[in-house]
Every structure is written in structure tokens, then in C-alpha cells.
């Protein structure tokens, strides 16, 4: 179950007994404990039947406690145990999980990781408690989230400041989350958002930034990559090579599958990079490089990868490194 279906049966007011939320991705753990902590009770319920537990500071027996305590002025309680990866034998929470009292809505926060599921106590969540696991999105499901995230908030915002956007923030929905919160905020009496807003309110450059670099070199335009090379010369948090290279090599490996399909067109590179100016620019690389070039440019980003971090090189500038690097693409 997701967790917008989770927070959707609360909304209807169905209540399972026990909330076993784990994983890699905390922002969608965060997201139902919130609404479990500020809207399952309403104020004069949560003064007298909301318990909020840290796993650091509490033990389960007394966790076990709170859970058998009945409601007051209520038809139900609820517990949260937060950073449950932290609380020592949390394992012996296992006898509530059981059986569970129907009158408490008892929700575990297990961040970060999840439980062996060898266990017994792993087979006991399974058939005893509403279990969320998460994982991180994958890199290529960023831009729709993203635009989800943008439509809930009643705007809209185009390919390329998503892309911007996107590259930019890397794969922290919190912090792409606050970002879009900031947008529908900032940009009074419009409902799009555009490149320029991205550039006005998040601080990142429409035209020097790492998904321009890249087009640049699909496009073999070798003036404007340098140009982007020596702002970010100057300007050394917009795009740090140890950034750049990673992206660039994930951006040309795609392109590289793309080559052993037999459809290689528009349509199926969209596919593939989820972005219509992603799949143009694409296109322009295989016309532009063939296979030996896309090959060779792979080959290239792992050695300057290695250069940039101090092997086989004698202590040349990240600016300087990246402009030879651009180059030997070009030639």
C-alpha cells in the first residue's frame, strides 16, 4: 500500500491496529507520520490520546504500555514510535503486534533500513501489521515525482525546469518538496513554472548548469562548453566536477543502451530518458558520435573520474580537467 492510500483510508476514518512504516526513503515515512501525528485526532482528542515515543529515549516495555492504555474522550488513541531502528530489542514489541488492542493506532517509524526477513519477528509484520516499505526512487522517476509534487500544489512547470530542477537537488525529496513549497509561493498570479523561476528562486542557471554541458556536447558545441566550464570555473558550487562527471556518464550510458535497441527513435528514447529534450538531444549524440564515439566518450568520463580524484593526474584544476576532457569528446 502507498502511502497516499495509507493517509486516504485515515482521511475515511479506517484504522488498522499496527503501522509498520521501513526503508530506504524517510520522505514518505515522514509524510504519513506527520498526518498521523497533526490529523488522525483533532485537538481536544490529541491532548489526552496522542503518544509520541523516540526510540533512543524509551524501551519497548514502556512503548507496550502506552499501547494497552485505553482512549479518553475518544474512540481511539494513537502511539508513534519514532527512529524505532534505534530503540534496543525492539524485536519484544512482538507480543503487542500479536495482539494488538483495536482501540490504539500504533505506527512504528523504521527508517533507513528494514527488518531481516529471515526473522520470525519479519514474518509476524507481514501477516500482523499494515507494513509500508519504501525504496529510493530511481534517478529517471525524479521528473515525473517532481511534476506530481508541482500539480498537487496547483501549478504546472515544464520538461526543462524540471530537468533543471531535478539536477539540481539530485534525489532529496524533502528538499525537492521545500523547493516546489517556495515556487507556489514566489511566483504570484501564475500558475507555470518556467526555467527563469527556477533560476530566480532556487539559484540555478538556466544556461550554465550540467543538463546544458551535456547538450552542448551531444550538439558537439564545443564553445558553449567551455563557456559553461569556465562559469562553473567561477562559480564552483553550480556544477563541482565530482557532480558533473557522474551525471554525464549516467546521461551517455543511457545513450549507450539506446544503441542496441531497434527502434531508435524519438518516441523510444522518450522512453527511456522520460523527457522530450532529453530525447532530442540524444538523437543528436547518435547522429553526432555513432557508436565508437558514445563508447569512447564512456571510456573518457571514467578516466577523468579517476583524474579528478588524484589518480594519474599531477594536480591539474577541475576546470582544466573538464575543458581537456571536452576536447577529447569533440575530436
Not at 491496529?17 to 501525528?37: C, H, K, M, Q, R
Not at 544503441?259 to 522512453?271: R, T, V, W, Y
Request: with cysteine.
Amino acid at each position: 500500500m502507498s502511502a497516499e492510500k495509507i493517509i486516504g483510508e485515515w482521511k475515511k476514518k479506517t484504522f488498522k491496529p499496527v503501522y509498520w512504516l521501513e526503508g530506504e526513503e524517510p520522505y514518505f515515512i515522514d509524510t504519513i507520520v506527520d498526518f498521523a501525528e497533526h490529523k488522525i485526532l483533532n485537538e481536544s482528542e490529541a491532548g489526552f490520546n496522542l503518544t509520541v515515543f523516540y526510540g533512543r529515549d524509551t524501551d519497548w516495555a514502556t512503548v507496550v504500555n502506552a499501547c494497552m492504555r485505553y482512549p479518553m474522550f475518544a474512540e481511539r488513541q494513537v502511539v508513534l514510535l519514532k527512529e524505532a531502528q534505534h530503540m534496543k530489542e525492539v524485536e519484544k514489541l512482538e507480543h503487542y503486534i500479536a495482539k494488538p488492542l483495536a482501540s490504539t493506532v500504533f505506527i512504528v517509524s523504521y527508517k533507513d533500513k528494514k527488518v531481516d526477513g529471515r526473522t520470525a519477528f519479519a514474518k509476524l509484520l507481514k501477516t500482523k501489521t499494515e507494513l509500508f516499505t519504501t525504496k529510493k526512487l530511481y534517478d529517471n522517476q525524479l521528473p515525473e515525482w517532481v511534476s506530481q509534487m508541482v500539480e498537487q500544489h496547483g501549478f504546472a512547470i515544464n520538461q526543462r525546469a524540471t530537468a533543471l530542477l531535478v539536477d539540481h537537488i539530485g534525489n532529496d525529496l524533502s528538499r525537492l518538496r521545500n523547493e516546489v513549497e517556495k515556487l507556489s509561493i514566489n511566483i504570484k498570479g501564475r500558475k507555470n513554472i518556467t526555467e527563469e523561476d527556477i533560476e530566480t528562486f532556487i539559484g540555478v542557471s538556466k544556461e550554465f548548469n550540467v543538463f546544458e554541458l551535456q547538450d552542448a556536447i551531444a550538439q558537439k558545441n564545443m564553445a558553449k562548453a567551455i563557456r559553461i566550464i569556465q562559469y562553473f570555473a567561477s562559480n564552483p558550487k553550480a556544477g563541482p566536477i565530482q557532480q558533473i562527471l557522474p551525471t554525464l556518464y549516467g546521461y551517455f550510458s543511457k545513450i549507450y543502451s539506446v544503441l542496441g535497441m531497434d527502434n531508435k527513435s524519438e518516441q523510444a528514447l522518450f522512453g527511456v530518458f522520460k523527457n522530450s529534450f532529453a530525447a532530442k538531444t540524444a538523437m543528436q549524440a547518435i547522429n553526432n558520435y555513432s557508436y565508437n564515439g558514445i563508447e569512447k566518450i564512456i571510456l573518457l568520463l571514467h578516466h577523468y573520474n579517476l583524474k579528478s580524484i588524484g589518480i594519474n593526474d599531477t594536480g591539474n584544476e577541475d576546470a582544466d580537467l573538464m575543458k581537456e576532457l571536452v576536447v577529447k569528446i569533440m575530436a
